[in-house]
Nanobody, 112 residues
């Protein structure tokens, strides 16, 4: 059974930083492509970043500010978010394409 548990969200001021984590179990993490998505209030869920073996890809809106990474020994994926903007506000979800599995999400709010 695939389990994805996000954590690390919260309230932060514009320009601040947060680090999200996605702890996983129930599948072979080390060889699986993983991704982060987000959903702002009243909007559709959108792609943020994805990571494979030796490659990463980002949405244009977060390039240069967000960094996706993974620790295969801990079966955990991360999203380091710097220079946060109010438009980064939303629920952030962890996603595993090979199993089409989603986490429950963690709320990120960027506001002064």
């Amino acid at each position: 059974q695939v389990q994805l548990v996000e954590s690390g969200g919260g309230l932060v001021q514009p320009g601040g930083s947060l680090r999200l984590s996605c702890a996983t179990s129930g599948f072979i993490f080390s060889t699986s492509i993983m991704g982060w998505y987000r959903q702002a209030p009243g909007k559709e869920r959108e792609f943020v970043a994805t990571i494979g073996t030796g490659w990463k890809n980002y949405a244009d809106s977060v390039k240069g500010r967000f960094t996706i990474s993974r620790d295969n020994a801990k079966n955990t994926m991360y999203l380091q978010m710097n220079m946060l903007k109010p438009e980064d506000t939303g629920v952030y979800y962890c996603y595993v394409p090979i199993t089409d599995s989603w986490g429950q999400g963690t709320q990120v709010t960027v506001s002064s």
